[in-house]
């Protein structure tokens, strides 16, 4: 499985971005998957995913702002990330877990793939 994670950039408190993480072959059909934001020197947190019943869950302090969603048919995923605050600013993360473990997606460690990371910045 190879993940790669782009649509990050420098943008205004209030402004928008999208994220998308390409897959390699089918990498997002009934799997869990979620993106995840690590600021500098923080851990690496749950930002938004897609539970193994592919119901959808946020961290909360993105609830209305963010909005997770894939396209199967393109292998992608994506994080539409509105109204963006200064302390959204992290690289963002794309996971897929290479078994299916039915655990506790807001942890990293239910993951085994990762993208490579794309850097957000908010400025205010």
């Known amino acids: 499985v190879q993940l790669q994670a782009s649509g990050g950039g420098l943008v205004q408190e209030g402004g928008s971005l999208r994220l998308s993480c390409e897959g390699s072959v089918r990498t997002f059909n009934n799997a869990a998957t979620a993106w995840f934001r690590q600021a500098p020197g923080q851990e690496r947190e749950f930002v938004a995913g897609?539970?193994?019943?592919?119901?959808?869950l946020y961290k909360d302090s993105v609830k209305g702002r963010f909005t997770i969603s894939r396209d199967n048919a393109r292998d992608t995923l994506y994080l539409q990330m509105t109204s963006l605050k200064v302390e959204d600013t992290a690289v963002y993360y794309c996971a897929v877990p290479s078994t299916v473990t039915y655990g506790n997606i807001e942890s990293p460690a239910e993951y085994q793939h990762w993208g490579q990371g794309t850097q957000v910045t908010v400025s205010s």
């Open positions: 897609f539970t193994w019943s592919r119901t959808t």
